[in-house]
């Protein structure tokens, strides 16, 4: 790749874009034999809570290393339904992070229970175990850590922490599906971990989550909560020659389709491929923004494989004559779909009016939002949809380089 030794005109000013059409920043990968095992269930007896659930769930705990997983309508529904089973409850607290998505902390307020947010370490964006430390009171019950853009949290130190105080460690691995944390996939480590089947994630089922523990009563717990609380499935009962059946807990329909399991098992078989390319995409990347002034390329630790769900890179502002705004607005007009990983949290109209926050209280997350920006990634990129992301920003940044 090479960079340009003259500026060309951006195409916010009137140039040629980096490409003709928008590379989105996600994008699902569906096969011919991945439509053809939904239609097969489509003309089956089950669509839902049939056969391929048990199936889906016992290849994918085998795959992420846990002794359970559990299904879920979303990875939203999924958290819930972790929140629930780690007891939160009016008058508990849990710890997560301010930069992720909101359905992270809304679990908590499901529960009754109040999110107390603490701030993040600046390299991985990843709660900070010192930050988390003090935030820490007699009604911790939970941390709720986000492996952020794929990159898996210090699951050593949060664990320990979590052990220490009485509380359980819910990993929030909806960014994480394949990551390795100390050569182990991250799924049978912290208490609960949780993924989601959105389109843009590792993995699609349309929507859908699954929560991976080691836990029989949690898992067993998790299966009745998705369930409205009852005690057994209609699908077993039907086989069994039954009709009884009892509600033991206040649960939901958070079920997943038998056709969405049935894509989420061909999915599986394409994980590891599809994983491999994203950490290609992100080596190319990564090699080719160390060059590029003004761009900061996210970090690795060395314990750590991140799964690449995302790739958010900083400005490095000083080097910049311009903000967040104008570089997204050019990197837009280039046809580059860049995005924002997140608004942090706090800042929210909700949690502003329910909690009371005005910014400032998380220096890092803020600071990192201002500057951050999240560049296409997804498996099914072509060598030249790479080639034109990186173009794209040599091109932008060096116009706007000091
Ligand atoms: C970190 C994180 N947690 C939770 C979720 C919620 O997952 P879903 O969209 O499957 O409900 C998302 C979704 O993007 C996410 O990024």
Redesign the pocket.
């Known amino acids: 790749m090479k960079f340009p030794t003259k500026l060309e005109t951006l195409a916010i000013h009137g140039g040629t874009p980096a490409r003709a059409k928008l590379l989105p920043y996600g994008r699902q990968s569906l096969s011919d034999a991945d439509i053809e095992a939904v239609v097969e269930v489509l003309k089956s007896d089950w669509l839902t809570t049939g056969p391929k659930i048990a199936e889906f769930e016992e290849r994918f705990a085998a795959w992420v290393g846990a002794r359970h997983a559990i299904s879920f309508s ?6 819930h339904g972790a929140a629930f089973a780690a007891g939160l409850a009016p008058g508990d607290e849990a710890i997560t992070t301010p930069l ?2 909101c ?2 902390a809304n679990c908590i307020l499901y529960q009754g229970a109040t999110p107390v947010f603490a701030d993040v370490s600046p390299d991985t964006l990843n709660l900070d175990p010192g930050e988390v430390a003090g935030k820490i009171s007699p009604r911790t019950k939970a941390i709720i850590a ?1 492996d ?1 853009a794929g990159h898996p949290v210090p699951l050593d130190e949060l664990a320990e922490l979590a052990k220490a105080h009485g509380a359980l460690l819910i990993e ?1 691995a ?2 994480a599906l394949g990551a390795e944390y100390r050569g182990k996939r991250v799924g049978g480590i912290a208490d609960m971990t ?1 993924f ?3 389109p ?2 590792h993995l699609t089922t349309g ?3 699954m929560v991976a523990t080691n836990d029989p009563r949690r898992a067993e717990t998790m299966r009745r909560f998705r369930n409205h609380g009852i005690s057994s499935e209609a699908r077993e009962r039907q086989e069994a020659g039954q009709w009884f059946y009892e509600m033991v807990l206040l649960g939901f329909n958070y079920r997943l389709p038998d056709f969405a399991c049935a894509l989420g098992i061909q999915q599986l078989k394409k994980l590891e491929a599809n994983l491999a390319r994203r950490r290609e995409i992100a080596a190319l990347y990564t090699a080719a923004f160390h060059e590029i002034p003004g761009v900061i390329p996210p970090a690795v630790r060395s314990e750590a494989s991140p799964a690449w ?1 995302l790739y958010p890179i900083l400005l490095d502002v000083e080097k910049l004559t311009t903000d967040r705004a104008q570089i997204f607005a050019a990197l837009r007009a280039e046809n580059i779909g860049v995005n924002v ?1 997140y608004i942090p949290v706090h800042l929210h109209p909700y949690y502003r009016d329910h909690f009371g926050f005005r910014g400032g209280e998380f220096p890092v997350a803020e600071s990192a939002y201002a500057r951050l920006i999240t560049l296409p990634m997804f498996p099914a990129m072509s060598a030249q949809d790479v080639d034109d992301v990186i173009a794209a920003a040599a091109k932008v940044f060096s116009t706007y380089s000091r």
């Open positions: 979303s990875g939203t529904a999924a958290l992720t998505f359905a992270t986000v952020y929030d909806c960014h949780v989601s089947f959105h843009v994630k929507e859908g989550g769900h990983h």
